[in-house]
T-cell receptor, first 112, second 115 residues
Framework: TQLLEQSPQFLSIQEGENLTVYCNSS?????LQWYRQEPGEGPVLLVT?????EVKKLKRLTFQFGDARKDSSLHITAAQTGDTGLYLC????????????FGRGTQLTVWP | DSGVTQTPKHLITATGQRVTLRCSPR?????VYWYQQSLDQGLQFLIQ???????AKGNILERFSAQQFPDLHSELNLSSLELGDSALYFC??????????????FGAGSRLTVL
């Protein structure tokens, strides 16, 4: 069993559609990060959520941290082709900050 | 450009060989991390260095080793390569402490293919 379960694994949609991807766990976390990785590049941090129930917005992207700090969601409104990429959630593990555990990711493809 | 530089970008080699991957962290960052990304395992933490010293180890094989030099660049050495070592290897860096310590900036990665 993975520490972080991301769903769906693959998502293929048309431009203009809305979508939500999920990151779930049975563990409680002090914070959770979302990254986006484009082909040929490394992951890029989008947001860090810290407080249970917290909602953060980044333009058309809305991130929510579950009340119990066990899960998170990412909602994209009116998807664009530039949103195409692998969306990864990650949490800190162990006593060393930066030792991140990543979920397997959701591969999003947005078609024109 | 993230500020984290990795070389080479692509590397093709044969089983049993040894390769060295190089990383220059973002200016001012003292911590360097190595991650491996494969289709089988996803993105996995290998090892962390802080200001030249090893700080944490993850799922790093004994055939792999790393070091961080006084100028803060780091090298990941992979030896006795096997087909299963084919993967993307990412270097990341972060601030040395405080709020930004778990905010990683990743390089573009080195794609290793073992034939």
């Amino acid at each position: 069993t993975q520490l972080l379960e991301q769903s769906p694994q693959f998502l293929s949609i048309q431009e203009g559609e809305n979508l939500t991807v999920y990151c779930n766990s049975s563990s409680v976390f002090s914070s959770l990060q979302w990254y986006r990785q484009e082909p040929g590049e490394g992951p890029v941090l989008l947001v860090t959520v810290v407080t249970g129930g917290e909602v953060k917005k980044l333009k058309r992207l809305t991130f929510q941290f579950g009340d119990a700090r066990k899960d998170s969601s990412l909602h994209i409104t009116a998807a664009q082709t530039g949103d195409t990429g692998l969306y990864l959630c990650a949490v800190d593990r162990g006593s060393t900050l930066g030792r991140l555990y990543f979920g397997r990711g959701t591969q999003l493809t947005v078609w024109p | 450009d993230s500020g984290v530089t990795q070389t080479p970008k692509h590397l093709i080699t044969a089983t049993g060989q040894r390769v060295t991957l190089r990383c220059s962290p973002r200016s001012g960052d003292l911590s360097v991390y190595w991650y491996q990304q494969s289709l089988d395992q996803g993105l996995q933490f290998l090892i962390q260095y802080y200001n030249g010293e090893e700080r944490a180890k993850g799922n790093i094989l004994e055939r792999f080793s790393a070091q961080q030099f006084p100028d803060l660049h780091s090298e990941l050495n992979l030896s006795s390569l096997e087909l299963g070592d084919s993967a993307l290897y990412f270097c990341a860096s972060s601030a040395h402490s405080g709020v930004g310590a778990n905010v990683l900036t990743f390089g573009a990665g080195s794609r290793l293919t073992v034939l």
